[in-house]
């Protein structure tokens, strides 16, 4: 299961986005793990949250994510949520066609591995691509 929260900056991602991490990690069995783009969620997120600022480790694509999400998965099996705040910034990406791509990897991902996905993103949801607007 995939889920897109999109809205300007400003709109409350993030702070949605927290509300659902927290929640996740005292209810699911599985780790939890949150990709954010920098270290900002460190104080906000319960302490059982796996935190990764994607800055540290130069994920900067489409590609380099997916590599990083499968090497997440490869190393843990026990992940049952990973949640990425602010994927455009992160890949430096559009919400275009390769945005839609990525998605329905994790969509093909989730359904393989039983991970669910939460991906927030810095775009009005009015752009968002047809393919897109599933995940919303």
């Not at 986005?17 to 460190?42: F, Y």
């Not at 998605?103 to 939460?118: I, P, Q």
Request: net charge negative; aromatic share 10%; hydrophobic share 40%.
């Amino acid at each position: 299961m995939v889920r897109a929260i999109m809205g300007e900056k400003g709109a409350g991602k993030t702070k949605k986005l927290i509300e659902l991490i927290n929640e996740a990690a005292s209810q699911e069995a599985g780790n939890v793990v949150c990709i954010e783009a920098k270290k900002s969620m460190t104080f906000d997120i319960h302490y059982h949250v796996r935190l990764i600022v994607a800055d540290e480790y130069e994920v900067a694509s489409y590609e380099a994510m997916r590599g990083f999400i499968s090497g997440l998965y490869a190393g843990n099996y026990d992940i049952s949520h990973i949640f990425i705040d602010n994927l455009l910034k992160i890949v430096r990406g559009k919400c275009d066609h390769e945005a839609e791509v990525f998605l329905d990897w994790l969509e093909k991902f989730s359904a393989t591995h039983g991970v669910r996905f939460t991906v927030a993103m810095s775009e009005d949801p009015s752009n968002a691509t047809d393919g897109m607007q599933k995940y919303l």
